[in-house]
């Protein structure tokens, strides 16, 4: 199922609508060497790089950066405290923290239509190393930034480390998990799902982050652009969350909060219509877009964006980064829907695009980043791959050809280390893939080690890990194994000194899609 404008609303039309321009576009990517004849002189407010700096989307030779200028970051129209010109921002990447050696400047505008976001793509760097960013604007200067480029196509790697995230309710709890991560240096960064939080967020109610408050503009359910923005501003505004991004880039993956929750499609569960829903969508989709270091490619089309996408770490693995949410079928209406074998979560296009790169992949590792769990769970769970099985039956048959095959999921603030089963009302079937689920960062608090859902998992001979702490998972590639290890905090909410836990490790080998306890 794909999206569409309310009726009478041509997709052209609806995008005019959102105040965008391609002018306007382009040059929050690069603008060219006289831009300040473009937008004037504008006085930048001290603080103006108050939400951090980050970088996305590696490639052999280059990488999307990002920042946003918002000297006031909590101003609750949404704007960051910006005055609404254009502001002319520049860039620099080096190949050392100091900026000894700098190898690319750039220009781009921070528009208010993009609320005063970059995006700027680099490209002609050196395959495989360490770079350092920072932005300009005005007399300011940004925080420095570490990134990587992926190693050429075709060209073997020895190692690639990588770690998980999601899930990260700002008013649950401290971002105790990304100050840890950030002392990583990983190579890259998976965001697996709900970056944001729709909620109205309440005083005595849902605020468990101690110590803090929040204005009465954050009480409510957000639906507009501005409120959209003002809630990746507080977010963003945690210390820990900036540096995190600040280590490494970061390949994004979105679920159901960075709208609304639950909703698929044009579907919202909560009675809006539709014609109405997907205005909602667009929105978020474009503050998705402006609040984070993604391409060109994923800017949205009104209700539409294009998010999945596809990296190779030379030969080493094969990154499919999905989207679950913008294409699948409603949830189903009874077990005989729920079983129709023309029920899909990801839309025709998409399974053809990732089963075909997942076969004809060169690489030894194939890994499927995406937003919901395709482990067979209960059958009563039906947002997640649980109400789309022969979906699952597709995607298990591919992976079936593919090597090494490894799912990356977040959604369900819990830890899980899972065998894929060929067949999973056979629980003997050929094992032919393994599913790596990482807790929350922040939702649903401090947690606890086990809880009432832990009989539904571990009642399944596949399920290998259960806990329902707080954390993140470290991964390491190399052409022999797969080495996971899950990290967990033992409080959020009280502060954000909680010191990190190795709940567990296994050993995956290369060849032999299981899970090794070490």
Not at 120 to 128: K, M, N, T
Not at 301 to 309: E, I, M
Request: charged share 20%; glycine share 8%.
């Amino acid at each position: 199922m794909t999206s569409s404008p309310p009726p009478g609303l041509d997709r052209r039309r609806f995008l005019q609508l959102t105040g965008l321009s391609a002018a306007t576009v382009a040059l929050g990517v690069s603008a060219p060497a006289d831009a300040a004849a473009v937008a004037g002189a504008v006085d930048v407010p001290a603080g103006a790089f108050g939400l951090g700096v980050a970088s996305g989307e590696p490639s052999a030779d280059g990488f999307v950066l990002w920042t946003r200028l918002a000297p006031q970051p909590l101003a609750a129209d949404g704007h960051g405290g910006m005055p609404r010109e254009d502001v002319v921002v520049s860039y620099e990447v080096a190949e050392d923290r100091a900026f000894a050696t700098v190898v690319k400047t750039g220009t781009a505008i921070a528009s208010p239509a993009l609320a005063h976001s970059v995006h700027p793509e680099v490209r002609g760097l050196q395959p495989g190393r360490e770079y350092f960013y920072r932005f300009r604007a005005g007399d300011q200067v940004s925080p420095v930034g570490r990134t990587k480029t992926f190693p050429a196509a075709g060209q073997p790697a020895a190692r690639f480390t990588f770690a998980m995230a999601s899930c990260q309710a700002w008013y649950h709890g401290y971002f105790t998990a990304y100050r840890d991560l950030a002392q990583r240096a990983v190579d890259a960064v998976f965001f697996l799902g709900d970056y944001i939080y729709e909620y109205g967020i309440v005083a005595g109610g849902n605020l468990w982050r101690q110590g803090v408050s929040v204005g009465v503009e954050h009480g409510v359910e957000i639906e507009t652009l501005e409120q959209y923005r003002l809630r990746y501003s507080l977010f963003k505004s945690d210390p820990d969350l900036q540096a995190a991004h600040a280590s490494a880039p970061w390949l994004m993956v979105w679920d159901d909060h960075e709208v609304q929750n639950n909703y698929g499609s044009d579907n919202s569960l909560y009675g809006i219509p539709p014609k109405l829903f997907v205005h909602r969508r667009a929105v978020a989709y474009r503050a998705f877009y402006e609040n984070l270091p993604l391409s060109l490619d994923s800017l949205p089309q009104g209700p539409d964006s294009l998010v999945y996408r596809r990296f190779d770490v030379g030969t080493l693995a094969r990154l499919n980064l999905l989207d679950t949410r913008q294409y699948r079928d409603p949830l189903p209406v009874d077990e005989a829907d729920r079983l129709s074998e023309s029920r899909t979560i990801m839309g025709q296009a998409q399974e053809e695009w990732l089963y075909g790169g997942m076969t004809g992949s060169p690489a030894a590792w194939n890994i499927i980043a995406n937003g919901v769990v395709i482990t067979a769970v209960t059958d009563g769970r039906v947002e997640q791959w649980d109400g789309y099985p022969a979906n699952r039956r597709r995607l298990l048959a591919a992976m079936e050809q593919t090597s090494n095959p490894v799912a990356l999921t977040g959604d369900i603030h819990h830890h899980v280390a899972a065998e894929l089963k060929a067949d999973f009302t056979n629980p003997s079937s050929k094992t032919v893939g393994v599913e790596l689920i990482c807790t929350s960062i922040g939702s649903d608090g401090d947690g606890a080690d086990t809880d009432a859902y832990a009989k539904d998992w571990l009642q399944h001979p596949y399920v290998k890990l259960y806990s329902g702490r707080r954390g993140y998972v470290h991964t390491t590639l190399t052409p022999t194994e797969m080495t996971s290890e899950f990290v967990t905090f033992p409080y959020i909410e009280a502060d954000a000194g909680a010191q990190p836990k190795v709940l567990a490790r296994f050993r995956t080998p290369a060849g032999s899609p299981r899970l090794e306890a070490l």
